[in-house]
């Protein structure tokens, strides 16, 4: 295993980096395994259909609701909808976001229209995976969105190292026990080069993490090589814990365009739950 981390509290991987760190299949066995960090990621390749993906990623990069997100080191990514990150803890932006989230939800899945949707077909093998199932997470009661749609433009869009956190999000009762929180990335269009995904495996130090809130990125000149990179192809799907440091290179010869959903985790015992 690769680190660096010399940081007390800093949770690092328990196995050591090869072939034997990733799932082929989305399986109640590789989604236990994944939420103890027993594997690096879940990749399945070939998720969705690639022709019915690439007409959805074009009509992303054409969407009347594509903005960018809100911090200085991801303001250069574009999603379609708002994604929790950026209500801020201002509570005119949290009301916002919940009052959209199920409309957003239903403009997402009409865009793949007759078919089912990607995150949609996640959430019921999510659902029928975990030991105690998976839901909808509510916040104070109030649903969230899910199914957030991104946009990497070629060249300008990058995301440096960092990892996500609900904690550092929000304060509501729901997210107490959480223990592990995962991430689900569906590509619908990958570019010619880069968009390649880079995973540490490792959680950021204390200096790290008090960085990334602030500017959602860390230098990469500041952290060592990744364990793992990943090149998926449109249609992959990739599941790998958010709270540990991953990065998107920056793409040429076209947009990376995906589908990507957070999974918190409190133990087998409890439902999963995901959100946007």
Not at 110 to 125: G, Q
Not at 132 to 150: D, E, H, Y
Not at 235 to 258: K, Q
Request: glycine fraction near 8%; proline fraction near 8%; charged fraction near 20%.
């Amino acid at each position: 295993m690769t680190s660096t981390a010399s940081d007390p509290g800093v949770r690092v991987a328990a196995t050591a980096s090869g072939e034997g760190d990733f799932a082929r299949e989305l399986t109640r066995d590789s989604l236990l395994r994944l939420a103890r960090r027993e594997i690096a990621a879940i990749h399945v390749p070939g998720f969705c259909d690639r022709r019915i993906a690439g007409e959805v990623a074009g009509k992303a990069v054409r969407h009347k609701a594509l903005g960018n997100y809100h911090k200085k080191y991801t303001s250069t990514v574009g999603r379609v909808f708002m994604p929790h990150i950026d209500t801020a803890w201002n509570p005119e932006l949290t009301a916002r976001y919940h009052d959209a989230a199920l409309p957003s939800i239903s403009e997402v899945r009409a865009l793949f229209a007759p078919y089912l949707s990607p995150v949609d077909h996640l959430r019921l093998l999510l659902q029928e995976c975990w030991p105690s199932g998976a839901n909808l997470l509510r916040l104070r009661g109030r649903p969230c969105f899910v199914g957030a749609l991104r946009v990497f433009h070629p060249m300008t869009s990058v995301f440096h190292p960092h990892n996500d956190h609900i904690e550092q999000e929000t304060d509501a009762p729901e997210i107490a026990g959480v223990t592990e929180q995962l991430v689900a990335n569906v590509y619908l269009q990958m570019p010619e080069e880069g968009g390649d995904l880079q995973l540490w495996r490792r959680d950021p130090t204390s200096a790290e993490t008090r960085t990334i809130l602030e500017v959602e990125g860390l230098d990469p000149a500041t952290v060592e090589p990744p364990v793992h990179v990943i090149r998926p192809r449109a249609g992959d799907l990739v599941i790998f814990s958010s709270r540990m440091l991953h990065a998107v290179t920056p793409a040429r010869g076209g947009h990376r365009v995906g589908m990507a959903a957070f999974i918190a985790c409190k133990g087998p015992g409890e439902p999963l739950q995901y959100w946007s």
